[in-house]
């Protein structure tokens, strides 16, 4: 399902959810016990297991209304993604939020430069592309995104966005991580993701 930008509603209820997950700034609140289940999940099913992500597709399928498919094949296909996205939002801290897209980030150097030719990257290029290859297999997809977020560690990357970018996680996804992986539209990334920082601080 692609979310649009227009998509207030569903964008708020998903981020919202993710908040909740997490203890405040000054460690209150959260739901330690469920964040640490999801932090353990290895594949969909594992986090289909958990309570926390079916308020989180509850909750999304509030918020998007008409907007949910209406297809068993396609509803499943959300649902799963659902389900990856809850066992990925529990790695990520809140404050872990910028303008820079997830692939950028993973395409860096471990110190946080834009590669040379030769330069080693955050994420390999031979598995950054196993990542994008395993989409269409949720398990194998969701243990190397996970796998892709450990590397990250604290880095912070424009989380709005790859809420899209795993939701829909279609052709043209693929093809957008792959320039943001190597930079290619650095200066157009850079000047569209301003708003992706503003909208996180903001949800």
Same mark, same amino acid.
């Given at each position: 399902?692609?979310l649009?930008?227009?998509?207030?509603?569903a964008?708020t209820?998903i981020?919202g959810?993710?908040?909740?997950?997490?203890?405040d700034?000054d460690?209150s609140?959260?739901?330690?016990a469920?964040?640490?289940r999801?932090?353990?999940?290895t594949?969909?099913l594992?986090?289909?297991l958990?309570?926390e992500?079916?308020?989180?597709?509850?909750?999304?399928?509030a918020?998007?209304?008409g907007?949910?498919?209406?297809?068993?094949?396609?509803?499943?296909?959300l649902?799963?993604?659902l389900?990856?996205?809850?066992?990925?939002?529990?790695?990520?801290?809140?404050?872990?939020?910028?303008?820079?897209?997830f692939?950028?980030?993973?395409g860096r150097?471990?110190?946080?430069?834009?590669?040379g030719k030769?330069d080693r990257r955050?994420?390999?290029?031979?598995?950054? &592309?196993?990542? +994008?290859? !395993? #989409? *269409?297999?949720?398990?194998t997809?969701?243990?190397l995104?996970?796998?892709?977020l450990?590397?990250?560690r604290q880095?912070p990357?424009s989380?709005?966005q790859?809420?899209?970018?795993?939701l829909?996680?279609?052709?043209?996804?693929r093809?957008?991580?792959?320039f943001?992986?190597?930079?290619?539209?650095?200066?157009a990334d850079?000047f569209a993701?301003? &708003?992706?920082? +503003?909208? !996180? #601080? *903001?949800?």
């Amino acid at each position: 399902m692609r979310l649009a930008r227009e998509d207030e509603t569903a964008m708020t209820a998903i981020i919202g959810w993710w908040r909740m997950l997490h203890p405040d700034a000054d460690g209150s609140g959260g739901d330690r016990a469920g964040r640490a289940r999801l932090r353990r999940a290895t594949s969909p099913l594992d986090a289909l297991l958990e309570p926390e992500t079916h308020a989180l597709i509850a909750r999304f399928a509030a918020a998007a209304g008409g907007r949910w498919p209406k297809g068993k094949k396609e509803s499943a296909t959300l649902e799963m993604r659902l389900a990856v996205l809850a066992l990925a939002l529990a790695q990520i801290e809140p404050n872990q939020t910028s303008a820079e897209r997830f692939a950028s980030a993973v395409g860096r150097t471990p110190d946080g430069r834009y590669p040379g030719k030769d330069d080693r990257r955050r994420l390999s290029p031979a598995r950054f &592309g196993a990542l +994008l290859r !395993a #989409s *269409d297999d949720p398990e194998t997809f969701a243990r190397l995104l996970r796998r892709a977020l450990r590397v990250l560690r604290q880095v912070p990357f424009s989380v709005p966005q790859f809420i899209r970018d795993i939701l829909a996680f279609d052709d043209e996804v693929r093809r957008d991580w792959t320039f943001q992986y190597h930079h290619t539209r650095r200066d157009a990334d850079e000047f569209a993701e301003t &708003g992706d920082a +503003l909208e !996180a #601080s *903001d949800a």
